[in-house]
């Protein structure tokens, strides 16, 4: 739903199916922004934010959780002391995604 709701608002997009292939991508190419589930398989989103992080500070994340145990909005606040620069619960409003897409995209 994400991917086709970016590229209908003209953004092109990469998908990765897990974190580690996420970072193989980041590592591959330029990336103006990451959009991370917290939970993944084989690298989960907070480790692949913090490990972004120490590549470098200038990375755009956007953090997104529907949560377990705990409610997301813990893990949301985790992702956000980690460095992402805005944070969504499940289910994400696109306008909202889009929107904070946008923002962040324009921010220095």
Not at 18 to 30: F, Q, T
Not at 48 to 56: D, N, T, V
Request: hydrophobic share 45%.
């Amino acid at each position: 739903m994400l991917r086709r709701t970016l590229k209908f608002e003209g953004f092109h997009v990469e998908e990765a199916s897990n974190g580690r292939e996420a970072l193989e991508i980041y590592d591959s190419r330029p990336i103006d922004i990451i959009i991370t589930d917290i939970f993944m398989p084989e690298k989960p989103g907070l480790g692949m934010i913090k490990e972004l992080f120490a590549k470098s500070r200038d990375i755009k994340i956007i953090a997104i959780s529907g949560g377990s145990v705990f409610a997301p909005q813990n893990y949301l606040d985790i992702a956000k002391k980690f460095g992402a620069r805005r944070t969504f619960s499940k289910p994400v409003d696109r306008k909202q995604l889009v929107a904070a897409v946008r923002e962040v995209l324009a921010e220095d």
